[in-house]
């Protein structure tokens, strides 16, 4: 059952001038970066991010709504917080979501894509009570710890493209992505769903819901 939600919070998408230089500067020195390339790598402008940025905000005002809604009504869950910033630097290895910083080099498209992912587990961190992470060990005991971390997460994810957005070429680019980047668990995680079905994997994933003491 698809429950109403209670809180959609606000997007705040920008480029930050702080970070920016400190993510450049290990982009371009960290030694295990520098193996796969990064020291070569030319950031944009600003004036080209700032750019980007504007574009990521257009996109997202499209759908960024009816994402959110999707998310929180397939798990059940609400997020905790009123304003979520998302900040954009130059480049980064990955992205992260607490605090989420994306690069600027996604399209418009492959940045809802990524923010969709990251705000997914904002989500799980506002409800780590009612949701803590032990669950994933326990649903996926023989995978390494960043494959139980994306296994729902990329469910989730199947749901709003197959679902929501009705878009499955989206869902393949978004998988093949994942095998591009040559990461192994990522691709495991997306395995798993394909094996075991997202629907079936969101389902046995809220049965294990601890329940929260209201008093």
Known sequence: MITSIKNIPKIIIKYNRFLDPIFIFFCKNNPELK???????????KKEVLERVKNYKTEWTK?????????CGILNLDFQRNIIDVHVVS??????????????????E??????????????????IEKVPM?????????????TKNHVITHAVLKYIYLEILKDHPRLDK????????????YMRAWEIVEKKGYRELID????????????
Do not use: C
């Open 35 to 45: 193996k796969r390339g990064w020291n070569d790598w030319m950031p944009p402008g």
């Open 63 to 71: 759908q960024g709504e009816e994402i959110l809604q999707g998310i």
């Open 91 to 108: 480049g980064i290895p990955r992205g992260f979501s607490e605090p989420i910083v994306v690069k600027s080099s996604f399209s418009p």
């Open 110 to 127: 492959e940045f809802v894509d990524t923010l969709s992912h990251e705000l997914i587990h904002v989500l799980f961190q506002d409800n």
């Open 134 to 146: 032990s669950i994933l060990s326990e649903m996926f005991p023989q995978e390494n710890q960043l």
């Open 174 to 185: 978004n998988i093949k992505r994942s095998l591009d980047a040559g990461s192994q668990d």
């Open 204 to 215: 046995e994933f809220k049965r294990t819901y601890h329940p929260l003491n209201e008093n």
